[in-house]
């Protein structure tokens, strides 16, 4: 039977993917540096990969060593991290470390990962509105904005390159989501984002590859 992989599964709203796809019936596949006494607490359908960093290709390539032939349905790209970065005291290494997790990172799993995908396999992720050039209001955030534009940049390209293979991919905002990223503060709880993603997922098709969309499904500019 497929698999769904998930990236940055530990906590927040991976962790929240993770339960809800195991619920519905799913194996899944959790990717992570480090595991959580909530993620194993998941039960069989969930597998954890512990140990694997997205900025690594290394750690990527053991990632896919451990999976072999493993047959990939889903593949959610939720690792990320955020910085407050602003113009006057920039750190060009925190800049660059977001642009590995968040832009690198996806593409870098993608990558490795390909093979494993079947025909007609979808992939999600995980970006931010933060990431809009259009809806750009307040400024600031240097890495986090630019490396999520980068993602999405990249998820539009893969959208095309991964048509012939009948793979959609979908371009999402979570939404505005209490967790340890956002210090605790926002609209939503991890758990109603990832019911949110998740119908947003099911319906993607081939026809809607490569758009980007909050998790309650309203367009987004980019």
């Known amino acids: 039977m497929p698999h769904v992989l998930l990236t940055g599964a530990n906590r927040g709203i ?9 619920q519905r019936g799913d194996a899944v596949i959790a990717a992570c540096r480090t595991s959580s006494p909530e993620l194993t607490k998941l039960g069989p359908r969930v597998r954890v990969e512990a140990g694997i960093d997205v900025t690594s290709d290394e750690s990527v390539a053991q990632l896919k060593a451990r999976l072999g032939a493993v047959e990939l349905s889903l593949l959610i790209l939720n690792a990320g991290i955020l910085r407050d970065d602003e113009l006057g005291s920039l750190d060009f ?13 996806p593409l870098r799993v993608v990558e490795a990962l390909s093979s494993n995908l079947v025909t007609g396999a979808k992939i999600a992720i995980i970006t931010s509105r933060m990431g809009s050039i259009g809806d750009n209001g307040s400024g600031g955030y240097y890495g986090y904005r630019m490396s999520k534009a980068a993602v999405n940049a990249a998820g539009m390209s893969l959208a095309r390159d991964l048509a012939p293979r009948k793979i959609a991919v979908a371009i999402l905002h979570p939404g505005f989501v209490r967790t340890e990223m956002t210090g605790r503060t926002g609209q939503l709880e991890p758990s109603e984002s990832a019911t949110l993603l998740l119908a947003r997922i099911e319906e993607l ?3 809607t590859s490569g758009t980007f969309q909050h998790a309650n499904g309203q367009v987004l500019p980019w």
């Open 93 to 105: 290494a925190s800049l660059s470390a977001q642009f590995e997790t968040n832009a690198l990172g």
């Open 205 to 207: 098709t081939l026809a």
């Open 14 to 22: 991976g962790l929240s993917l993770c339960e809800k796809l195991a």
